[in-house]
Every structure is written in structure tokens, then in C-alpha cells.
């Protein structure tokens, strides 16, 4: 159970559809945990697509590297985390053209993060697909300290920052790549309600 | 749409086919300023009938002191660019309507690519004085078919982003190569024949550009055509559009108030719901997506003309 089918919500809610290949092009794949998965699934779909791919690889506890590595991109690389990637990341970026295509698989942390820094990159966002796979964990912003507390999944929850109780909202940044976190109880300090799993 | 009386002050011939024109407010009062790519609308009494045609502004957007256009003569046209030439002088005065754009830069992008065509220069001719104000880096990649005909040649500055491609000099347009590697947040912008805009939306589709990059603009005149008929929902009054009369035109000559802006198909004002079509429409216009034409339920007065045994509209 990766693929995840989220209720309808707003309008500004990303949604995810599985990733359709573009062919052989100027290509960087970004992927975590149960995102490879999507990746592998694009490639057997259309193998071309990995012609002229750079593929950035997260395991993060998960075990695709044996199939991952087999796919032979053009370029690839595994990486602890998304921050160890970052240089490599923004580097890709800066040396891409115009026609380039991103594809982003994995949590909604990895894509609102790495979509975010597309954009700011100067990526149209129709060239940038993203996949949904494995968790359903938030990347959050609380709206009052504005930081951001990674891999949220209770609603409410405690901003990591300055330590107030915020809901989870459907609300998204694009710019931040994050959700919006807003204090539940600042009408009547101290009413929260029962903290509960966030639902897809 | 707000005219205002101006003075041509200057009138000019640029090549054997095209002349410019410059308009000034007859008590020298400063005129709105407007963004690059922006055009007018400019009024002709010509015989019995008001012709209006728009222009592009080929003059400094931030110089609110004239307007100036520059006109293609066409010699099998409506009527409309030989009347500029040949009828207007310095010192008359015309109705000129504010600017208005539809081919405005999409300020979001790192990078813009302009690509004219012929008379396609002239949007580009105000959009370069916006640029260079902007400092942010362009080129300009424009095609002519001989050096006597680029009537832009004038007005463009010697930089090494400024590129010309002339035919009959054997350096013709190669879009594959502006295309490609250009960097990320490039905008791509088309003005000249149907035939350049398409070349560049097949080019840039090759090459992998989402059409959100892609930006064009092509006036239509209004095509020739059969007289038809055409009958007003509201008043039951039914017209004649003549062969070189556009619908848009015959409802202005009847004194019907329809809103329009720039004349040519694009910019979806003057849309008019049809309520009963018997034939075809020919829907000549950059406006109405496939579904809509397909339909026969809307029709753009501006360019688009009918054949068969009733159209109603509601107007």
C-alpha cells in the first residue's frame, strides 16, 4: 500500500498523478523512500525516459538501490538525505535548459521541498511532475514563527519552533513547498483537541 | 473603447511599404504611458464607412509625449493601411484609442527570446525600451526578407543579442538552434505570419518547452468574404455584411453598441452568443477554443463571417 488516494480538498491541496513519461530528453529524477518505486515503474513503462536522465536517489530506510542502480541512467546518485543533495540538486538546476523535465516521487516533504526549489530555479512548474508514494507525513510551516517541522503526522501538533499547538491545514505554500500549521487554540489557550493521525 | 482626438505630427517612410506615424495631443498634453507590446486602435473615415484598425506602439512605453505606429502598406488589404498611406498627412487629427496589450512580457521570466517576422517587429520595438530599462537579459532574433523590406532596421541598436536573419542574404531563422540551450524561465515571444508563430510552437513542443513559455500575437484583418445575413435577437432587425465589411463593422453601422478592443480575433471582447445557426460559421479567430467553434454557439463579429440560410445572434 504506497499509492495513497487523497480525500478532495481546496484548490491550493497538491494533488499527485502518476508520473507519464516525456521520452528521451533532458531529464533530473528526485527521489525518496517508496518514490523509487514510482521511478521504476516510469522506466519500465518507457525505458527512453532514462536516456538522458540524472536520477537522485533517497533510500531512506528503503531498498531500491540494487533495481535503482540497474536502470542506468545517465547520471545517478544516492544520497543520505534531501540536504546532502541539495548542492548537487541546485547545480543540476543551474546547468539545465529550457525543455528539461523534473519528475519528483516520494513523500510530500521531498516534493513540496524540491518542487519549491525548481521554481526559484526558474523550472516552468508544467515541466514539473510529481508522484505521491509511501507516507503521507506533512512538511509544516507554523504561520506565527515560521518554521517549518518536517515529517508531521498528528493533527494537532507541536510546532518544533516555538512550541505552540497547530492545526494541520490543506493550505500550501508552493513557494515554501510546506503546509500551513495554525495555532488551534489561540481564541481559548489550553483547549486543544485530541491529537489525532492525520488522514490522507 | 476611450479615443482620443491626436495630431499626426510626424509621417515618415520607413521602407517603399511601410511609414511611421507619430500622434501627439493637440494641446501637447501627455498621453497615458503604457507597457511594452501594447497597441491602439486607430479610426479611419474612409468613404462612407469608419475603419478601425489597431496598431502596435513602436514608441517608448514610459514616453507619454506621442504615439507612434508604424503601417504596412497592403496593397489587397480592406482598404484600411492604403488609406494611412495615401490620405493621411501631418497636421490632421485622428481618433486614437488608449493602448491597450494583449503581447504584454511575462515579468516572471529570467530571460526573454523575442522573435519577429517581418512587420512583427513593431511590438517588439516598444518591448526593447522596456527591456533595457528592466536590465534583464533578452534577444531579439529577427527575420526579414531582404534589407530594403526590415523597416525595424532603424529603430534596433547594434548589441550582440540583437540578431538578424535576412533571406535573401542566406542566413535564414534557425529556431532549433534559439531554442535550444536556453537557460531555465525563458520566455519565448512570436510576432509575424501564422506560418512563424506555428514553426516556433512545433520547434519549441520538439524541444520540450511547456506552451506556458510560449507567448504570440498575430492581428488577423478581417477576411474578405459572400455577403451574408444576419439577424439581431434583441431588435429582430436583420443586416447585411458585405464582402468586405466585417460582421463587427455592420453592427456599428446599424448603431448597435458592442464592446471590441483590438479587432483581429485575440482579445475576446466583442464575443457574441449565437441563438440560432442554420450553415457554418467561419470562425477566423484566435479566441474561441475547438469546442466552442464546433458548437456554432458563439461567434467573434470581429473576424469571423457565415454561410448558410440563418444566423440569429444575441445582440
Aim: proline share 6%; hydrophobic share 40%; glycine share 8%.
Amino acid at each position: 500500500m504506497t499509492r495513497v488516494t487523497f480525500s478532495p480538498s481546496i484548490l491550493s491541496r497538491p494533488v499527485y498523478a502518476p508520473l507519464e513519461s516525456h521520452g528521451a530528453g533532458p531529464t533530473i529524477m528526485l527521489c525518496d523512500a517508496e518514490g523509487a518505486a514510482a521511478i521504476l515503474d516510469l522506466a519500465e513503462r518507457d525505458p527512453a525516459v532514462m536516456d538522458y536522465a540524472h536520477v537522485i536517489y533517497i533510500p531512506s530506510g528503503s531498498d531500491y538501490t540494487v533495481r535503482m542502480r540497474a536502470l542506468e541512467a545517465r547520471q545517478y546518485h544516492e544520497a543520505p538525505s534531501y540536504d546532502a543533495i541539495t548542492a548537487r540538486y541546485r547545480k543540476a538546476l543551474a546547468d539545465a535548459t529550457m525543455g528539461t523535465r523534473l519528475y519528483l516521487a516520494g513523500t510530500e516533504g521531498l516534493i513540496g521541498k524540491a518542487a519549491a526549489e525548481a521554481l526559484a530555479a526558474g523550472l516552468p512548474a508544467q515541466a514539473i511532475q510529481a508522484e505521491h508514494r509511501g507516507s503521507i507525513a506533512r512538511r509544516m510551516q507554523c504561520v506565527h514563527c515560521k518554521g517549518v517541522t518536517e515529517d508531521v503526522t498528528t493533527d494537532p501538533f507541536t510546532c518544533s519552533h516555538c512550541g505552540l499547538t497547530l492545526f494541520v491545514r490543506d493550505h500550501f505554500s508552493r513557494r515554501l513547498g510546506a503546509f500551513q500549521g495554525v495555532c488551534v487554540d489561540a481564541e481559548t489557550p489550553g483547549e486543544v483537541p485530541e491529537r489525532q493521525e492525520i488522514l490522507p | 473603447m476611450i479615443a482620443q482626438m491626436l495630431r499626426v505630427t510626424e509621417k515618415e517612410a520607413l521602407t517603399p511599404l511601410v511609414t511611421r506615424f507619430r500622434f501627439e495631443h493637440p494641446d501637447g498634453a501627455p498621453l497615458p504611458l503604457f507597457s511594452g507590446g501594447a497597441h491602439v486602435v486607430v479610426e479611419m473615415p474612409y468613404g462612407d464607412m469608419l475603419r478601425r484598425n489597431a496598431y502596435s506602439l513602436i514608441s517608448a512605453p514610459d514616453d507619454g509625449s506621442g504615439y507612434e505606429i508604424a503601417v504596412r502598406r497592403e496593397d489587397n488589404g480592406r482598404g484600411g493601411s492604403r488609406f494611412m498611406h495615401g490620405n493621411v498627412a501631418t497636421g490632421d487629427l485622428m481618433a486614437v484609442t488608449s493602448p491597450f496589450n494583449l503581447f504584454s512580457l511575462d515579468l516572471r521570466a529570467r530571460k526573454h527570446v523575442l522573435i519577429a517576422g517581418g512587420i512583427g517587429i513593431t511590438p517588439f520595438l516598444s518591448q526593447l525600451h522596456q527591456l533595457s530599462r528592466m536590465q534583464v537579459p533578452f534577444e531579439l532574433h529577427y527575420a526579414a526578407r531582404s534589407r530594403e523590406e526590415a523597416a525595424g532596421l532603424t529603430f534596433l541598436p547594434s548589441l550582440p543579442h540583437i540578431h538578424l536573419h535576412i533571406s535573401n542574404e542566406g542566413n535564414r531563422m534557425d529556431l532549433g538552434a534559439i531554442l535550444s540551450g536556453q537557460p531555465l524561465g525563458t520566455h519565448v515571444y512570436t510576432c509575424g505570419p501564422e506560418g512563424l508563430i506555428a514553426a516556433v510552437e512545433d520547434a519549441a513542443r520538439r524541444h520540450g518547452w511547456p506552451a506556458a513559455a510560449l507567448h504570440s500575437e498575430a492581428f488577423l484583418s478581417p477576411p474578405p468574404g459572400k455577403p451574408f445575413k444576419v439577424t439581431l435577437a434583441r431588435s429582430g432587425q436583420t443586416l447585411t455584411v458585405g464582402p468586405h465589411q466585417s460582421l463587427l463593422e455592420a453592427l456599428e453601422a446599424a448603431r448597435i453598441d458592442i464592446p471590441w478592443s483590438c479587432r483581429g480575433g485575440a482579445c475576446g471582447q466583442c464575443e457574441t452568443a449565437v441563438t440560432s445557426c442554420k450553415g457554418r460559421i467561419e470562425h477566423n479567430d484566435h479566441w474561441l477554443s475547438d469546442d466552442d467553434c464546433a458548437a456554432q454557439t458563439k461567434i467573434m463579429p470581429c473576424v469571423s463571417r457565415f454561410e448558410g440560410q440563418e444566423l440569429i445572434i444575441d445582440r
